[in-house]
Protein backbone atom coordinates (compact mmCIF):
# COMPACT_ATOMS: atom_id res chain seq x y z
CA UNK A 1 0.00 0.00 0.00
CA UNK A 2 2.45 2.58 1.13
CA UNK A 3 4.93 1.73 -2.20
CA UNK A 4 1.92 2.38 -4.37
CA UNK A 5 0.65 5.64 -2.75
CA UNK A 6 3.88 6.90 -3.24
CA UNK A 7 4.23 5.48 -6.88
CA UNK A 8 0.86 7.47 -7.53
CA UNK A 9 2.98 10.79 -6.11
CA UNK A 10 5.96 9.99 -8.09
CA UNK A 11 3.71 9.83 -11.23
CA UNK A 12 1.75 12.67 -10.64
CA UNK A 13 4.56 14.72 -9.74
CA UNK A 14 6.54 13.58 -13.31
CA UNK A 15 3.70 14.80 -15.20
CA UNK A 16 4.07 17.91 -13.46
CA UNK A 17 7.05 18.64 -14.49
CA UNK A 18 5.76 18.81 -18.04
CA UNK A 19 3.68 22.17 -17.10
CA UNK A 20 6.44 25.24 -17.19
CA UNK A 21 7.79 25.57 -13.96
CA UNK A 22 6.40 29.26 -13.42
CA UNK A 23 2.55 28.15 -14.17
CA UNK A 24 3.58 25.02 -11.84
CA UNK A 25 4.41 27.54 -9.03
CA UNK A 26 1.45 29.96 -9.55
CA UNK A 27 -1.05 26.07 -9.59
CA UNK A 28 -0.02 26.30 -5.83
CA UNK A 29 0.14 28.25 -2.64
CA UNK A 30 4.26 29.22 -2.11
CA UNK A 31 6.09 29.55 0.80
CA UNK A 32 9.65 30.58 1.04
CA UNK A 33 12.55 28.73 3.53
CA UNK A 34 15.96 29.55 4.90
CA UNK A 35 17.47 25.61 5.13
CA UNK A 36 21.24 24.69 5.80
CA UNK A 37 23.42 23.70 3.39
CA UNK A 38 25.83 20.84 4.24
CA UNK A 39 26.73 20.09 0.49
CA UNK A 40 28.60 22.40 -1.27
CA UNK A 41 25.71 23.86 -3.09
CA UNK A 42 24.56 20.26 -4.17
CA UNK A 43 21.60 20.19 -2.05
CA UNK A 44 18.53 19.19 -4.96
CA UNK A 45 20.52 19.58 -7.23
CA UNK A 46 21.99 16.56 -8.42
CA UNK A 47 20.57 14.77 -11.12
CA UNK A 48 16.91 13.64 -10.79
CA UNK A 49 16.34 15.59 -8.24
CA UNK A 50 13.59 17.89 -10.31
CA UNK A 51 11.50 14.71 -9.96
CA UNK A 52 12.25 14.95 -6.22
CA UNK A 53 11.30 18.41 -5.92
CA UNK A 54 8.02 17.54 -8.24
CA UNK A 55 7.07 14.68 -5.86
CA UNK A 56 7.41 16.48 -2.64
CA UNK A 57 5.45 19.60 -3.97
CA UNK A 58 2.93 17.54 -5.80
CA UNK A 59 2.31 15.38 -2.25
CA UNK A 60 2.32 18.62 -0.14
CA UNK A 61 0.39 20.81 -2.00
CA UNK A 62 3.00 23.98 -1.68
CA UNK A 63 5.81 25.02 -3.85
CA UNK A 64 8.57 25.71 -1.81
CA UNK A 65 11.39 28.45 -2.26
CA UNK A 66 14.65 27.66 -0.67
CA UNK A 67 17.12 29.92 0.59
CA UNK A 68 20.32 27.49 1.26
CA UNK A 69 22.58 28.88 3.97
CA UNK A 70 26.19 27.50 4.13
CA UNK A 71 26.65 25.60 7.11
CA UNK A 72 29.90 27.13 8.15
CA UNK A 73 28.40 30.48 8.22
CA UNK A 74 25.26 30.13 8.96
CA UNK A 75 24.70 31.55 12.56
CA UNK A 76 26.37 34.55 10.43
CA UNK A 77 23.56 34.05 7.35
CA UNK A 78 20.74 33.23 10.47
CA UNK A 79 21.63 36.88 11.74
CA UNK A 80 21.64 38.54 8.59
CA UNK A 81 18.20 37.03 7.21
CA UNK A 82 16.87 38.37 10.83
CA UNK A 83 17.84 41.70 9.61
CA UNK A 84 16.59 41.88 6.39
CA UNK A 85 12.75 42.14 7.02
CA UNK A 86 11.61 43.17 3.83
CA UNK A 87 13.07 39.61 2.52
CA UNK A 88 12.30 37.24 5.38
CA UNK A 89 11.47 34.09 4.38
CA UNK A 90 8.54 32.50 5.85
CA UNK A 91 10.43 29.39 7.83
CA UNK A 92 13.67 29.59 9.06
CA UNK A 93 15.92 26.74 9.92
CA UNK A 94 17.78 27.51 13.70
CA UNK A 95 20.37 25.36 14.64
CA UNK A 96 21.09 23.75 17.77
CA UNK A 97 18.82 24.94 20.79
CA UNK A 98 16.90 28.19 21.97
CA UNK A 99 19.41 30.60 22.23
CA UNK A 100 19.35 34.45 22.98
CA UNK A 101 19.46 35.76 19.65
CA UNK A 102 16.30 33.66 18.81
CA UNK A 103 14.55 34.13 22.43
CA UNK A 104 15.13 38.10 22.01
CA UNK A 105 14.13 38.44 18.42
CA UNK A 106 10.35 36.13 19.75
CA UNK A 107 10.17 38.63 22.53
CA UNK A 108 10.03 41.40 20.03
CA UNK A 109 7.32 39.41 18.28
CA UNK A 110 9.05 38.36 15.12
CA UNK A 111 7.90 34.54 14.96
CA UNK A 112 4.11 33.13 15.10
CA UNK A 113 2.78 31.63 18.48
CA UNK A 114 2.31 27.97 17.20
CA UNK A 115 0.88 26.42 20.51
CA UNK A 116 -2.70 26.38 19.21
CA UNK A 117 -2.17 24.97 15.84
CA UNK A 118 0.26 22.45 17.23
CA UNK A 119 -3.03 20.94 19.38
CA UNK A 120 -4.76 20.60 15.83
CA UNK A 121 -4.14 16.86 15.31
CA UNK A 122 -7.27 17.09 12.85
CA UNK A 123 -5.36 19.35 10.47
CA UNK A 124 -1.47 18.83 11.82
CA UNK A 125 -1.64 14.83 12.55
CA UNK A 126 2.16 15.06 12.81
CA UNK A 127 3.21 18.53 14.38
CA UNK A 128 0.64 17.57 17.31
CA UNK A 129 2.32 14.85 18.51
CA UNK A 130 5.27 16.97 19.82
CA UNK A 131 5.76 16.14 23.32
CA UNK A 132 4.58 18.94 25.90
CA UNK A 133 8.32 19.05 27.55
CA UNK A 134 9.94 19.75 24.20
CA UNK A 135 7.41 22.32 23.24
CA UNK A 136 8.12 24.02 26.43
CA UNK A 137 11.68 23.89 25.87
CA UNK A 138 11.22 25.78 22.94
CA UNK A 139 8.67 28.31 24.34
CA UNK A 140 9.00 32.18 25.03
CA UNK A 141 7.27 34.07 27.27
CA UNK A 142 4.52 31.23 27.06
CA UNK A 143 4.48 31.17 23.36
CA UNK A 144 5.89 27.96 21.49
CA UNK A 145 7.71 29.34 18.47
CA UNK A 146 9.63 26.59 17.40
CA UNK A 147 9.05 23.01 15.50
CA UNK A 148 11.91 20.70 16.53
CA UNK A 149 13.87 19.08 14.40
CA UNK A 150 13.44 15.34 16.35
CA UNK A 151 16.84 13.90 16.25
CA UNK A 152 18.19 10.72 18.19
CA UNK A 153 19.64 11.34 21.75
CA UNK A 154 22.88 9.01 21.98
CA UNK A 155 23.70 10.56 17.99
CA UNK A 156 27.16 11.46 19.13
CA UNK A 157 30.41 9.91 19.71
CA UNK A 158 33.65 8.57 18.08
CA UNK A 159 34.12 6.85 14.91
CA UNK A 160 37.93 5.70 13.87
CA UNK A 161 39.10 3.68 10.96
CA UNK A 162 39.10 -0.10 11.67
CA UNK A 163 42.08 -1.17 9.62
CA UNK A 164 44.60 1.49 10.67
CA UNK A 165 43.99 0.85 14.30
CA UNK A 166 44.98 -2.80 13.18
CA UNK A 167 48.22 -1.54 11.34
CA UNK A 168 49.32 0.36 14.37
CA UNK A 169 48.76 -2.47 16.78
CA UNK A 170 45.80 -1.43 18.67
CA UNK A 171 43.04 -4.42 19.08
CA UNK A 172 40.59 -2.82 21.58
CA UNK A 173 38.36 0.44 21.14
CA UNK A 174 40.09 2.99 23.06
CA UNK A 175 38.03 3.37 26.51
CA UNK A 176 40.05 6.73 27.72
CA UNK A 177 41.09 10.14 27.03
CA UNK A 178 44.62 8.83 27.01
CA UNK A 179 44.05 5.68 25.10
CA UNK A 180 42.07 8.24 22.47
CA UNK A 181 45.31 10.67 22.39
CA UNK A 182 47.34 7.10 22.04
CA UNK A 183 45.45 6.56 19.01
CA UNK A 184 46.05 9.71 17.61
CA UNK A 185 49.80 9.35 18.21
CA UNK A 186 50.07 6.27 16.23
CA UNK A 187 47.60 7.56 13.35
CA UNK A 188 49.84 10.46 13.31
CA UNK A 189 52.95 8.98 13.49
CA UNK A 190 53.29 5.44 12.67
CA UNK A 191 52.52 5.49 8.85
CA UNK A 192 48.94 3.84 9.81
CA UNK A 193 48.58 3.93 5.97
CA UNK A 194 51.96 2.17 5.11
CA UNK A 195 53.14 4.03 2.26
CA UNK A 196 56.04 5.24 4.23
CA UNK A 197 55.21 9.48 4.39
CA UNK A 198 54.77 11.32 6.81
CA UNK A 199 51.50 12.22 5.54
CA UNK A 200 48.52 11.51 8.31
CA UNK A 201 47.19 12.68 11.48
CA UNK A 202 45.22 11.47 14.19
CA UNK A 203 41.64 13.50 14.41
CA UNK A 204 39.52 15.74 11.72
CA UNK A 205 38.77 18.70 13.10
CA UNK A 206 36.63 21.51 11.54
CA UNK A 207 35.52 25.49 12.40
CA UNK A 208 32.36 23.95 13.61
CA UNK A 209 33.28 23.25 17.07
CA UNK A 210 30.79 20.63 17.86
CA UNK A 211 33.53 17.54 18.78
CA UNK A 212 35.26 19.86 21.83
CA UNK A 213 31.70 19.37 23.13
CA UNK A 214 31.91 15.90 22.50
CA UNK A 215 35.13 15.22 24.08
CA UNK A 216 34.71 17.23 27.08
CA UNK A 217 31.83 14.92 28.21
CA UNK A 218 34.58 12.02 28.41
CA UNK A 219 36.33 14.19 30.95
CA UNK A 220 33.04 13.95 32.78
CA UNK A 221 32.49 17.93 33.02
CA UNK A 222 28.65 17.37 31.65
CA UNK A 223 26.94 19.03 28.49
CA UNK A 224 26.79 22.53 28.90
CA UNK A 225 25.86 22.55 32.55
CA UNK A 226 26.26 20.35 35.19
CA UNK A 227 24.47 20.05 38.26
CA UNK A 228 26.38 20.17 41.33
CA UNK A 229 25.60 20.25 45.31
CA UNK A 230 22.38 20.68 44.05
CA UNK A 231 23.14 23.64 41.87
CA UNK A 232 23.29 24.69 38.35
CA UNK A 233 26.88 25.56 36.64
CA UNK A 234 28.33 26.21 33.78
CA UNK A 235 30.77 23.84 32.68
CA UNK A 236 33.72 26.36 31.46
CA UNK A 237 33.42 26.54 35.54
CA UNK A 238 34.82 22.93 36.38
CA UNK A 239 38.05 21.71 36.59
CA UNK A 240 37.36 19.11 34.32
CA UNK A 241 36.79 21.75 31.79
CA UNK A 242 39.85 23.18 31.73
CA UNK A 243 41.72 19.21 31.77
CA UNK A 244 39.54 18.42 28.19
CA UNK A 245 40.87 22.03 27.51
CA UNK A 246 44.11 21.01 27.84
CA UNK A 247 43.58 17.83 26.07
CA UNK A 248 42.41 19.10 23.20
CA UNK A 249 45.23 22.08 23.31
CA UNK A 250 47.67 19.08 23.50
CA UNK A 251 46.34 17.17 20.75
CA UNK A 252 46.87 20.74 18.45
CA UNK A 253 50.04 21.49 19.82
CA UNK A 254 51.70 18.15 18.77
CA UNK A 255 49.94 17.65 15.40
CA UNK A 256 47.71 15.58 15.91
CA UNK A 257 44.50 16.86 14.30
CA UNK A 258 44.94 19.26 11.74
CA UNK A 259 46.48 22.89 12.07
CA UNK A 260 44.28 24.85 9.87
CA UNK A 261 40.56 23.03 11.37
CA UNK A 262 39.47 26.80 12.07
CA UNK A 263 39.43 27.19 8.10
CA UNK A 264 37.83 23.82 7.16
CA UNK A 265 34.13 23.79 6.01
CA UNK A 266 31.81 21.41 7.31
CA UNK A 267 30.90 20.39 3.74
CA UNK A 268 34.49 19.56 3.73
CA UNK A 269 35.40 18.22 7.03
CA UNK A 270 34.86 14.25 6.41
CA UNK A 271 37.22 14.51 3.34
CA UNK A 272 40.19 13.93 5.44
CA UNK A 273 39.28 10.45 6.75
CA UNK A 274 37.61 9.63 3.09
CA UNK A 275 41.11 10.63 1.71
CA UNK A 276 43.47 8.50 3.94
CA UNK A 277 44.91 12.09 5.95
CA UNK A 278 42.74 10.75 9.52
CA UNK A 279 41.78 8.29 11.09
CA UNK A 280 39.52 9.71 13.95
CA UNK A 281 36.13 11.39 13.68
CA UNK A 282 34.34 12.97 16.15
CA UNK A 283 30.80 13.94 15.33
CA UNK A 284 27.31 12.11 15.14
CA UNK A 285 27.72 8.67 14.49
CA UNK A 286 25.79 8.60 10.65
CA UNK A 287 28.72 11.02 9.64
CA UNK A 288 30.79 7.38 10.73
CA UNK A 289 29.11 5.41 9.02
CA UNK A 290 28.54 7.59 5.98
CA UNK A 291 32.36 7.75 5.83
CA UNK A 292 32.34 3.42 5.99
CA UNK A 293 29.63 3.94 2.93
CA UNK A 294 32.36 6.24 0.98
CA UNK A 295 35.07 2.98 1.76
CA UNK A 296 32.70 0.54 0.34
CA UNK A 297 31.23 2.22 -2.61
CA UNK A 298 32.30 0.99 -6.15
CA UNK A 299 33.34 4.49 -7.27
CA UNK A 300 35.24 5.96 -4.20
CA UNK A 301 36.66 2.10 -3.47
CA UNK A 302 39.13 2.08 -0.50
CA UNK A 303 41.06 -1.01 0.29
CA UNK A 304 41.95 -1.87 4.15
CA UNK A 305 45.92 -0.89 4.47
CA UNK A 306 45.27 -4.63 6.19
CA UNK A 307 43.85 -6.98 3.48
CA UNK A 308 43.75 -4.80 0.02
CA UNK A 309 41.26 -7.89 -1.25
CA UNK A 310 38.49 -6.19 1.47
CA UNK A 311 37.58 -2.66 1.78
CA UNK A 312 38.34 -0.17 4.47
CA UNK A 313 36.05 0.52 7.93
CA UNK A 314 34.90 2.25 10.35
CA UNK A 315 34.20 0.98 14.11
CA UNK A 316 31.41 3.08 15.25
CA UNK A 317 32.40 3.01 18.70
CA UNK A 318 30.42 6.10 19.88
CA UNK A 319 31.34 6.98 23.74
CA UNK A 320 34.16 7.08 25.75
CA UNK A 321 34.83 6.02 29.49
CA UNK A 322 31.47 5.66 29.31
CA UNK A 323 29.99 9.40 28.69
CA UNK A 324 28.97 11.05 25.55
CA UNK A 325 27.12 14.69 24.68
CA UNK A 326 23.16 13.94 24.52
CA UNK A 327 21.53 15.89 22.15
CA UNK A 328 18.20 17.90 22.92
CA UNK A 329 16.15 15.28 21.57
CA UNK A 330 16.20 17.33 18.56
CA UNK A 331 18.66 18.93 16.47
CA UNK A 332 17.50 22.69 15.79
CA UNK A 333 14.02 23.32 15.08
CA UNK A 334 12.12 25.65 12.90
CA UNK A 335 10.17 29.13 13.07
CA UNK A 336 7.34 31.23 11.25
CA UNK A 337 8.42 34.14 10.93
CA UNK A 338 5.61 37.23 11.06
CA UNK A 339 7.54 39.13 8.24
CA UNK A 340 7.15 36.48 6.14
CA UNK A 341 3.78 34.44 7.17
CA UNK A 342 1.81 37.51 7.02
CA UNK A 343 -1.46 35.91 7.23
CA UNK A 344 -2.78 32.90 8.85
CA UNK A 345 -2.93 31.43 5.81
CA UNK A 346 0.74 31.36 5.29
CA UNK A 347 1.26 30.06 8.29
CA UNK A 348 -1.34 27.50 7.86
CA UNK A 349 0.63 26.65 4.11
CA UNK A 350 3.82 26.53 5.95
CA UNK A 351 2.75 23.96 8.67
CA UNK A 352 0.47 21.95 6.08
CA UNK A 353 3.93 21.54 4.53
CA UNK A 354 5.99 20.83 7.41
CA UNK A 355 3.46 18.29 8.70
CA UNK A 356 2.88 16.37 5.04
CA UNK A 357 6.70 15.90 4.85
CA UNK A 358 6.52 13.67 7.88
CA UNK A 359 4.26 11.17 6.38
CA UNK A 360 5.35 7.75 5.15
CA UNK A 361 5.92 8.68 1.76
CA UNK A 362 7.44 11.95 2.44
CA UNK A 363 10.19 10.48 4.99
CA UNK A 364 10.43 7.43 2.42
CA UNK A 365 11.33 9.64 -0.49
CA UNK A 366 13.95 11.94 2.12
CA UNK A 367 16.11 9.31 3.98
CA UNK A 368 15.92 6.58 0.31
CA UNK A 369 15.35 9.18 -2.93
CA UNK A 370 13.61 7.31 -5.68
CA UNK A 371 12.69 3.66 -6.59
CA UNK A 372 15.00 2.73 -9.28
CA UNK A 373 17.60 5.13 -8.99
CA UNK A 374 19.12 5.43 -5.47
CA UNK A 375 16.46 1.78 -4.26
CA UNK A 376 14.60 -0.84 -5.60
CA UNK A 377 11.74 -3.24 -4.11
CA UNK A 378 13.01 -6.49 -3.79
CA UNK A 379 11.24 -10.15 -4.08
CA UNK A 380 10.22 -9.88 -0.26
CA UNK A 381 8.96 -6.13 -0.82
CA UNK A 382 12.24 -5.25 1.13
CA UNK A 383 13.65 -1.62 0.38
CA UNK A 384 16.73 -2.89 -1.08
CA UNK A 385 20.04 -0.33 -1.51
CA UNK A 386 22.44 -3.30 -2.84
CA UNK A 387 22.70 -2.55 -6.56
CA UNK A 388 22.78 1.36 -6.10
CA UNK A 389 25.69 1.98 -4.56
CA UNK A 390 25.87 5.68 -4.85
CA UNK A 391 28.03 7.95 -3.00
CA UNK A 392 25.49 10.03 -0.26
CA UNK A 393 26.76 13.45 -1.99
CA UNK A 394 25.61 12.52 -5.36
CA UNK A 395 22.25 11.43 -4.65
CA UNK A 396 18.82 12.91 -5.90
CA UNK A 397 17.28 13.83 -2.77
CA UNK A 398 20.37 15.36 -0.71
CA UNK A 399 19.46 17.74 1.15
CA UNK A 400 15.85 17.04 1.77
CA UNK A 401 15.93 15.56 4.93
CA UNK A 402 16.56 19.44 6.59
CA UNK A 403 12.77 20.50 5.69
CA UNK A 404 12.30 16.94 7.44
CA UNK A 405 11.35 17.52 11.44
CA UNK A 406 10.84 13.75 12.18
CA UNK A 407 7.67 14.93 14.38
CA UNK A 408 5.27 12.16 14.44
CA UNK A 409 3.89 9.02 16.25
CA UNK A 410 6.61 6.35 16.12
CA UNK A 411 3.83 3.63 17.46
CA UNK A 412 1.70 4.45 15.23
CA UNK A 413 3.66 4.56 11.79
CA UNK A 414 4.74 1.22 10.63
CA UNK A 415 8.97 1.32 9.96
CA UNK A 416 10.59 0.96 6.81
CA UNK A 417 10.82 -2.16 5.66
CA UNK A 418 14.56 -2.01 4.79
CA UNK A 419 17.07 -4.62 3.98
CA UNK A 420 20.14 -3.43 6.56
CA UNK A 421 23.78 -3.31 5.62
CA UNK A 422 26.46 -4.05 7.91
CA UNK A 423 27.41 -0.34 7.99
CA UNK A 424 23.59 0.20 9.38
CA UNK A 425 23.39 -2.28 11.24
CA UNK A 426 26.55 -1.31 13.15
CA UNK A 427 24.96 2.39 13.25
CA UNK A 428 21.90 0.92 15.32
CA UNK A 429 23.90 -1.22 17.49
CA UNK A 430 26.05 2.04 18.82
CA UNK A 431 22.52 4.01 19.30
CA UNK A 432 20.80 1.04 21.37
CA UNK A 433 23.70 -0.47 22.81
CA UNK A 434 26.40 2.59 23.71
CA UNK A 435 25.08 5.90 22.64
CA UNK A 436 22.05 6.23 24.10
CA UNK A 437 22.77 4.81 27.92
CA UNK A 438 26.01 7.07 27.55
CA UNK A 439 24.43 10.32 27.10
CA UNK A 440 24.41 13.04 29.21
CA UNK A 441 22.24 15.98 28.95
CA UNK A 442 21.84 19.56 29.60
CA UNK A 443 20.57 19.87 32.66
CA UNK A 444 19.55 23.88 32.29
CA UNK A 445 17.95 23.14 28.79
CA UNK A 446 14.56 23.53 29.97
CA UNK A 447 15.43 27.20 31.78
CA UNK A 448 17.70 28.66 29.44
CA UNK A 449 14.58 30.38 27.84
CA UNK A 450 13.43 32.05 31.02
CA UNK A 451 15.73 33.80 31.59
CA UNK A 452 15.84 37.57 30.72
CA UNK A 453 19.67 37.73 31.04
CA UNK A 454 20.60 34.74 28.45
CA UNK A 455 17.05 36.47 25.90
CA UNK A 456 19.49 39.87 26.27
CA UNK A 457 22.63 38.65 26.34
CA UNK A 458 23.04 35.10 25.58
CA UNK A 459 24.63 35.53 22.13
CA UNK A 460 27.29 37.28 23.63
CA UNK A 461 27.66 35.34 26.10
CA UNK A 462 28.28 31.78 24.14
CA UNK A 463 30.42 33.57 21.90
CA UNK A 464 32.74 34.45 24.52
CA UNK A 465 32.96 30.96 25.85
CA UNK A 466 33.49 29.42 22.36
CA UNK A 467 36.05 32.17 21.30
CA UNK A 468 38.17 31.59 24.31
CA UNK A 469 38.15 28.25 23.58
CA UNK A 470 39.46 28.24 19.97
CA UNK A 471 41.96 31.02 21.39
CA UNK A 472 43.32 28.88 23.68
CA UNK A 473 43.61 25.58 21.96
CA UNK A 474 45.27 27.74 19.18
CA UNK A 475 47.32 29.25 21.61
CA UNK A 476 46.71 32.81 20.57
CA UNK A 477 45.74 33.21 24.29
CA UNK A 478 47.21 31.65 27.36
CA UNK A 479 45.81 30.74 30.40
CA UNK A 480 45.33 34.42 31.85
CA UNK A 481 44.21 35.35 28.89
CA UNK A 482 41.22 32.27 29.35
CA UNK A 483 40.30 33.55 32.81
CA UNK A 484 40.30 37.25 31.81
CA UNK A 485 37.10 35.27 29.13
CA UNK A 486 35.70 33.95 31.70
CA UNK A 487 35.79 37.17 34.27
CA UNK A 488 34.31 39.20 31.42
CA UNK A 489 31.79 36.53 30.47
CA UNK A 490 30.74 36.98 34.63
CA UNK A 491 30.75 40.41 34.52
CA UNK A 492 28.49 41.14 31.39
CA UNK A 493 25.62 39.23 32.50
CA UNK A 494 27.11 35.26 33.46
CA UNK A 495 26.91 35.88 36.86
CA UNK A 496 23.35 36.89 36.47
CA UNK A 497 22.03 34.06 34.06
CA UNK A 498 23.80 31.61 37.17
CA UNK A 499 21.43 33.27 39.40
CA UNK A 500 18.39 32.96 37.25
CA UNK A 501 18.79 29.09 35.91
CA UNK A 502 19.30 28.10 39.32
CA UNK A 503 15.94 30.12 40.62
CA UNK A 504 13.95 28.50 37.81
CA UNK A 505 15.70 25.32 38.49
CA UNK A 506 14.92 24.99 42.32
CA UNK A 507 11.44 26.39 41.32
CA UNK A 508 10.93 23.75 38.99
CA UNK A 509 11.80 20.91 41.92
CA UNK A 510 9.98 22.52 44.82
CA UNK A 511 8.13 19.24 46.20
Known amino acids: ?223 GWVEQDGKLIPIHQTPEYKEALDWIKKCYDEGLMRSDWVTIDTSEWSNGCKKGEAGVFIDVMDSGRRIWDYFVNPDTYTPSVVNPDEPASMVLQGPVGGRTLATSGYNGFYVITTDGAKTEEDVINCLTFLDKLNDYDMRLLADYGLEGVTYEINEEGMIDQTNFQMESSQTPHLGLNQMVSYTYDEQAVEPFPVVKSERQLALEDCYYNRTRPAAISNPALAYIASSETYTKEGTNLDAIISEARTQYICGTIDEEGLQAAWDEWAEVGGNDLIEEINELYAAAHEE
Not at 128 to 153: C, H, M, N, Y
Not at 168 to 186: C, F, H, N, R, S
Request: with cysteine; charged share 20%; glycine share 10%.
Open 1 to 223: MKRRALATVLAAAMAATMIPAMAFAEEMPTITLLVPEYNAGKSLKNEHADEVIAAYESYTGIHADIKWGDNGVYSEVLGTTLMDYDNMPMIITVQGALNGTIADAANQGAFWDLSEYLNDSERFPNLSTIAQSVRDGLSVGGEVIGIPRARELGRYGLSYRKDWAEKVGITEDPQTPEEVYQMLKAFTYEDPDGNGVDDTYGMEMTKYTGPFDIIQTWFGCGN
